[in-house]
């Protein structure tokens, strides 16, 4: 079971050794997200760390960032499973969904701020892209509704800060929120929208999974939990929230006002547009007693965004694919985890079965899902492993006959800067698919058989050559050789 709050989750990544306190006082406006930068940038993924900032100037609210999407091994801890089995586990919590069960009182409402003692600057929100940003944005779970069906939705949109009570979402059309919103707005009536800062694990991990409008990322949560997520019902507005979070802040999107949001270092590596948002007028921050603050790394990849992002995806993919699409030949799923989310580029390992199998099962991947790159191998390649899968390219594939180009996608946020026009209008997105699978009977690997590379590990040890461990890579062909 994971971790049931933030601070469960945040003390076993610190025994871990995961974890970093940062005692020095910080300026939210560059220092804490200049860091995070360094880190993602510089620090091979398996040294990063989660940075808990304890003492953020002009706020009594420590900040840590970083923390659930250091790495895979953060990611693996936040669901309390070894790495390996995060695809298990995601998969379990998708074919077993448990629906929220509501309280009535909550830790996150035991400090409760309204009317005219809100103020956002009371909570550390940094500024994400110092020198370059318009201004701080909170990045974490935002809850909307579906009027007509009074289905929630949690996913994580940027939302900008525009002055002490009033935000502006990226509500992005053709995003769920934005889905959301409408059936408000279309009726006359003002939307509820809620921010759900520091929450169990569980919560932030189900909230980035791209599932279908009208299916709840809080089902999944529960089913990652192994018990329902508590849900109290907001102060303010007509929304359920995580009771156990450590911050709530609710708010009301304003009836036919919108204001330009950005610019912002986005996910893709670049500026992003400036384009008109809805605007979101603040109705109350509630929040456990000593809260602690959770703002995601994104921008510049890697970054914990991708990370988290691709963690997800893959897990809710591969379930979906082999036991709601029918497609049990698919044996493992990964994401890229350096451009996760959007964009990104799927590999998928499979048995094909029949002739052009492979390629029809990476048309339904990048028909249902938004990456970008897909690309099919036999599963005798370790996914994980880019030089396997490097191998599998050059070996396996042949552009002219292995390519499928999908055309005319619509990416629902203006931010591929491949597709990007000089006006910042977006235009269409595309796809590919790479079949890398075997098509014929290529004859054994060119190795030794492997009771000969047995016998020579025995030599290699005998004779106090270096140790090493043995790469799945290899293991795999060995196997097979
Ligand atoms: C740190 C972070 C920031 C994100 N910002 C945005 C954003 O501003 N707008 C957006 O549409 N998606 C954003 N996403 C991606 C969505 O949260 C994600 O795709 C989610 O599944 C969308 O939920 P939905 O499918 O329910 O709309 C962000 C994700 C992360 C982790």
Wanted: hydrophobic letters at 40%; aromatic letters at 6%.
């Amino acid at each position: 079971m994971t971790h049931r709050t933030m601070r469960d989750f945040l003390s076993a990544l610190e025994q871990h050794g995961l974890l970093r306190r940062i005692s020095r006082p910080v300026d939210r406006m560059w220092e804490p997200a200049a860091l995070a930068k360094w880190m993602y940038q510089a620090l091979p993924a398996e040294q990063r760390f989660g940075m808990y900032f304890e003492n953020v100037k002009g706020t009594t609210i420590p900040l840590v960032t970083g923390a659930l999407g250091a790495n895979s091994a953060a990611y693996a801890v936040a669901l309390d499973v070894e790495e390996d089995r995060v695809n298990e586990t995601l998969g379990k919590a998708c074919r077993n969904r448990i629906p929220p069960k509501v309280v009535e009182s909550a830790l996150c409402q035991e400090v409760v701020i309204t009317g005219a003692d809100v103020r956002l600057s009371y909570l550390p929100i940094p500024v994400w892209t110092p020198g370059k940003d318009v201004g701080p944005y909170i990045t974490t779970n935002t809850v909307t509704k579906d009027y007509d069906t009074g289905i929630q939705n949690v996913g994580v949109y940027r939302t900008m800060v525009r002055d002490e009570t009033s935000v502006i979402p990226n509500l992005a059309p053709g995003r769920q929120g934005h889905q959301n919103m409408l059936t408000w707005i279309g009726k006359g009536k003002v939307a509820p929208i809620a921010w759900v800062i520091g929450a169990s694990p569980a919560v932030h991990l189900a909230a980035v999974a791209n599932l279908p409008y009208g299916a709840d990322e809080m089902d999944v949560a529960g089913g990652l939990l192994g018990e329902p997520v508590a849900m109290v019902k907001a102060k303010t507005v007509d929304l359920m929230v995580p009771a156990d979070a450590e911050i709530i802040i609710e708010g009301e999107i304003l009836l036919g006002e919108t204001a330009m949001e950005g610019p912002f270092g986005e996910f893709a590596g670049y500026m992003g547009p400036v384009d008109p948002r809805p605007v979101v007028r603040i109705t109350a921050i509630t929040h456990r007693r000593d809260p602690v603050f959770y703002g995601y790394t994104s921008q510049m990849p890697p970054s914990e965004s991708t990370t988290i992002q691709s963690m997800t995806n893959a897990g809710v993919m591969l379930q979906a694919l082999r036991e709601e699409m029918g497609e049990p030949s698919v044996s493992d799923l990964y994401i890229d985890l350096t451009f996760g989310g959007l964009l990104a580029h799927a590999v998928v390992a499979m048995k094909p079965g029949y002739p052009a199998h492979s390629k029809k099962v990476g048309r339904m991947i990048a028909a249902t899902w938004p990456v970008k790159r897909v690309t099919v191998v036999d599963d005798d390649v370790d996914i994980r492993d880019h030089t396997h899968v490097e191998w599998a390219m050059n070996a396996r594939f042949n552009p002219v006959r292995d390519t499928v180009l999908i055309d005319d996608v619509y990416f629902p946020i203006n931010m591929d800067p491949s597709v990007r026009s000089l006006t910042s209008q977006s235009t269409m997105g595309s796809k590919i698919v790479c079949d890398a699978t075997l098509k014929v009977d290529a004859g054994t690997f060119s190795l030794p058989p492997k009771e000969i590379m047995a016998k020579a590990l025995d030599l290699w040890k005998e004779i106090g050559l270096p140790e090493f461990e043995i790469p799945k890579r290899a293991k795999l062909r060995i196997d097979r050789s």
